[in-house]
């Protein structure tokens, strides 16, 4: 049972444009929502993270928003950058779990010169 | 600041051998600890996680056991390695009570032949 979803494997997006990766989740007890970036053979970076208690959160470029009724999660990249292309994972925490984080399957995000 | 370290980089075993891989975190001190496995194309999978000296928490039955023998060291073992359990694997840590980012290293790619 896939508690967390990235339903697009891969996006691809001109530099300077805007890139938006979706999240899915199915468990109303997730309280917490991250996003890592990860590039080949390396371990994931934090990038950035909401609490269930915000709609929105920014830093520099990037913009997280979520939307509790839907289940719904949202990472904004403005402008897109060649060096942004990586793998990006959205990932939760139930309020019930301590500290651990279930990962979405990942979206490939490729920036194209 | 924290580092987190993780060897080796990359291991080659045939089926059947013994496992051991070695994750040490500085610069902090009583970390949650977890091992994750990334099979190719998937997600983030998380194995095992520590909340202190001894203390481990199994997240899939499977042919893999971890150990933390020191606090800031989690070791995954495993005593015959199956061709399933290729993959990337990665160790996190986390400041406990203090947000729920985790922070990963660079990732041991574990090809078993």
């Known amino acids: 049972d896939q508690q967390v979803k990235q339903n697009s494997p891969s996006l691809s997006v001109q530099e300077g444009r805007i890139s938006i990766l979706n999240c899915d989740y199915t468990?109303?007890?997730?309280?917490?929502f991250l996003w890592y970036k990860k590039y080949p053979a390396e371990g994931p970076t934090f990038l950035i993270s909401?609490?269930?208690?915000?709609d929105k959160n920014e830093d520099g470029r990037f913009t997280v928003f979520l939307n509790k009724s839907a289940k719904h999660l949202s990472l904004h990249i403005v402008p897109s950058q060649p060096g942004d292309s990586a793998v990006y994972f959205c990932a939760a925490r139930g309020s019930n779990q301590g500290g651990k984080l279930i990962f979405g399957q990942g979206t490939e995000l490729s920036v194209k010169p | 600041s924290q580092t987190i370290h993780q060897w080796p980089a990359t291991l080659v075993q045939p089926v059947g051998s013994p496992l051991s891989l070695e994750c040490t975190v500085e610069?902090?001190?009583?970390?949650?600890l977890y091992w994750y496995r990334q099979a190719a194309g998937r997600g983030l999978q998380l194995l095992f996680y520590s909340v202190g000296i001894g203390q481990i928490s199994s997240e899939v039955p499977q042919n893999l056991s971890a150990s933390r023998p020191q606090d800031r060291q989690f070791i995954l073992s495993s005593k015959k390695l199956l061709l399933s359990d290729s993959g990337f694997y990665l160790c996190?840590?986390?400041?406990?009570?203090?947000?729920?980012?985790?922070?990963f290293g660079p990732g041991t790619r574990l090809t078993v032949t």
């Open positions: 909401i609490s269930s208690i915000k």
């Open positions: 610069g902090t001190s009583n970390p949650n």
């Open positions: 996190a840590w986390r400041r406990p009570f203090r947000g729920y980012e985790q922070y």
């Open positions: 468990n109303s007890m997730f309280d917490y």
